[in-house]
């Protein structure tokens, strides 16, 4: 079998819903002496990230540092994805500040602007929350002390972030409790 069959078989897996299967699929390909490429790591997490396998999509992250292969947006954004529908939020969280540190996120945020418009809703969730952490773990960098005023979280314009903006203020109500949400639509 070559990379490609392997390619193609493990993109059928994450159609299929099939998390098992791609991962015994890489290990077969491992055994052969063949090297996943990034896509089909990539594609593995997804199928574990869809399968509610959070672990294994962490399991596929190391390994694939591991072999020196490079993550990309996608593999932190599905890898991050998996462990926030999982409910492992310091997981999702420290594989942000890795994606930050490596400059795969490196524009996020500056301070008090967050923008997650390009993000999935898990991963928007993330980001806000490690903002949040952040600025209240070191209130002493903190250039502005009014949180609620002047931190900003771009989730889109109008059309594209108003379905993002529940998810956003749910994130502040559920986690943030006794911060008064309120949306400004300008």
């Known amino acids: 079998l070559t990379v490609t069959t392997y390619d193609a078989a493990i993109s059928a897996c994450v159609k299929g819903g099939q998390w098992k299967r791609a991962l015994s699929l890489l ?22 990230e869809k399968g509610g396998q959070w672990e294994w999509a962490l399991e596929l992250l190391d390994e694939m540092q591991s072999g020196g292969a490079e993550p990309d947006v996608t593999t932190y954004s599905t890898a991050i994805s998996a462990c926030e529908l999982a409910g492992k939020h310091g997981h999702a969280v420290h594989l942000l500040v890795a994606a930050i540190s490596s400059t795969t996120f490196s524009t996020l945020w500056q301070r008090h602007m967050l923008d997650v418009r390009e993000l999935s809703d898990p991963v928007a969730r993330t980001a806000v929350r490690l903002a949040l ?8 960098e903190r250039r502005f002390h009014d949180i609620e005023r002047d931190f900003v979280i771009f989730a ?22 006794g911060t008064e949400c309120r949306q400004d639509d300008r």
């Open 27 to 48: 290990d077969t390909m491992r055994s052969s002496g063949l090297e996943p490429t990034v896509s089909m790591y990539n594609a593995a997490i997804s199928v574990c």
């Open 133 to 140: 952490v952040d600025m209240v773990r070191r209130p002493d």
């Open 156 to 177: 889109g314009t109008r059309g594209e972030g108003a379905a993002r903006r529940p998810s956003m203020l749910a994130l502040f109500r559920d986690e943030f409790a």
